[in-house]
């Protein structure tokens, strides 16, 4: 039993995909939020200055004495996971793993597509681990720049015109390549599956690379023996670098519950 909490980071509001679904799997946990909202989005950074922000987030985090870290990030993932673990003493989770193992798991036609930010797309993380679990699929990849900025100002719901005509843009080739499996490879995309399963269409699976890495962590810790055991529903504790209030609205949104209260402004440029 280990009572200690769940630190989680990205760079804005996607990493709430990963913090539900840990949430219903892990009611008794401890979650420490943080949403580096004042720089979002990480996605046309160059590496080194991923790597840097990723640091500052997991500094701040490790203020807390936590037992784990998830980072709810496809582009930190893909891009700085391998530093971070080494440099902490305590678990450091990416999305990339779960997502390309249920990826490889879900197609039957051995046509993958995969969408995500230019600098995760740009690391071929994605198709590295992929070819290694299903050598024999096809991944066809795609960065989706715009999808972050639609998600962090609230434009994701059917209906949105402008979201759906950027949606039909992007994934017009992959539609047309026949996959039957698309991988959300930014925890900001899943806020946007009901605009993107219409475009697909009901005979394509999507990964949820947020929730997919939650189901590893549920696993891990119960493997691990870390789990907090506790009777009654963790706390849950929310942290940004930029409006309090912008990011109260939509996290309220998404996770069906008020967070207002919850929420607090911290400059991450200090650690």
Do not use: W
Request: aromatic fraction near 6%; charge should be negative; charged fraction near 20%.
């Amino acid at each position: 039993m280990d009572r200690r909490p769940i630190g989680v980071f990205d760079s804005g509001l996607g990493g709430l995909t990963a913090v539900r679904e840990l949430s219903r799997l892990l009611p008794g946990e401890e979650i420490i939020y943080f949403g580096d909202t004042g720089r979002v989005p990480y996605g046309s950074r160059s590496r080194e200055t991923i790597t840097k922000y990723a640091r500052q987030d997991v500094a701040f985090l490790r203020t807390f004495d936590l037992k784990a870290i998830v980072i709810a990030c496809g582009t930190v993932s893909t891009t700085a996971l391998e530093v971070l673990a080494a440099e902490n003493p305590i678990p450091v989770l990416g999305v990339v793993a779960p997502a390309a193992e249920e990826a490889a798991a879900l197609t039957r036609n051995g046509k993958i597509g995969l969408i995500g930010t230019q600098a995760s797309i740009r690391t071929g993380a994605y198709e590295r681990q992929i070819a290694r679990l299903a050598p024999d699929a096809a991944v066809s990849a795609l960065a989706c720049p715009l999808f972050v900025p639609l998600v962090e100002n609230g434009r994701f719901r059917p209906g949105d015109k402008v979201a759906e005509m950027v949606a039909a843009e992007y994934l017009t080739p992959l539609k047309e390549a026949g996959v039957d499996t698309l991988v959300l490879g930014c925890t900001h995309y899943p806020l946007l599956s009901a605009v993107i399963g219409d475009f697909m269409g009901s005979g394509v699976k999507l990964v949820n690379t947020g929730a997919a890495c939650a189901r590893q962590v549920a696993r891990q810790m119960e493997a691990d023996g870390t789990l907090a055991g506790a009777d009654g529903p963790g706390v849950r504790r929310y942290f940004v670098s930029d409006s309090v209030d912008d990011f109260s609205r939509l996290a309220s949104i998404f996770l069906g519950e008020d967070v207002a209260g919850e929420v607090a402004q911290v400059d991450i440029t200090i650690y």
